[in-house]
């Protein structure tokens, strides 16, 4: 698949089969990742991989648990789309890491220049990678204030000052999901 391609066909992916993603590919995955640009060429990025659909979906349950019992705290009480984002946490069928067979996260190991934004940069470098491997992702950014707690990563052996930026589901998907149409782009062209 060529780049194009994959940029154009990439998804949110949220269904996914049962199928296991194998370390080699993960690995694959982080190397291309690790091509995006930095700042001052600091690559400020670290990763953290858990494979296992139980064990993803167990800590699912309990982001999503301590999610809905501090939101006023999180923020997304704080958007135009907080009752809407409430409203998609209480919904009991719904699983916040979808039986992903994997979650790769992206770290910024410091707060050096931009690490944020360059850990972005290598999230979107891996999920084109993966759209073009035939494994699907999905961002899932309502796991952030969960994972970044002092006590979520002692228990996963991550240094506190890292700050996760991306947590990404990775797997093999049932169906790859519609294209929604995209909005024209606003270009102020200057000169």
């Known amino acids: 698949m060529d780049i194009v391609e994959a940029i154009r066909d990439r998804r949110a992916v949220r269904d996914y089969l049962d199928r296991p993603v194998e370390r080699s590919a993960v690995e694959d995955l982080i190397n ?13 990025w670290a990763f953290a991989v858990m494979l296992g659909r139980t064990r993803i979906e167990e800590c699912g349950r309990r982001a999503k648990s301590w999610l809905l019992e501090n939101f006023q705290h999180t923020p997304f009480a704080r958007t ?15 699983l916040l890491f979808y039986n992903a067979p994997a979650l ?16 972005c940069l290598a999230a979107q470098n891996l999920m084109l990678a993966a759209r073009g491997e035939g494994l699907g992702t999905c961002w899932i950014g309502f796991a952030r ?31 790859w999901p519609d294209p929604h149409g995209r909005i024209a782009p606003e270009v102020h062209w200057l000169g």
């Open 104 to 119: 790769v996260m992206v770290l910024a190991k410091s707060s050096d220049f931009q690490p944020v934004e360059d850990c």
């Open 32 to 44: 291309a990742a690790i091509q995006a640009p930095s700042a001052m060429n600091l690559q400020p």
């Open 80 to 94: 135009a789309e907080s009752a809407r984002m409430r409203q998609i946490l209480e919904d009991k069928e719904r």
């Open 145 to 175: 204030p969960w994972l970044n707690l002092p006590a979520t990563k002692r228990e996963f052996g991550l240094p506190e000052r890292f700050e996760i930026v991306a947590p990404l589901l990775l797997g093999y998907p049932k169906q």
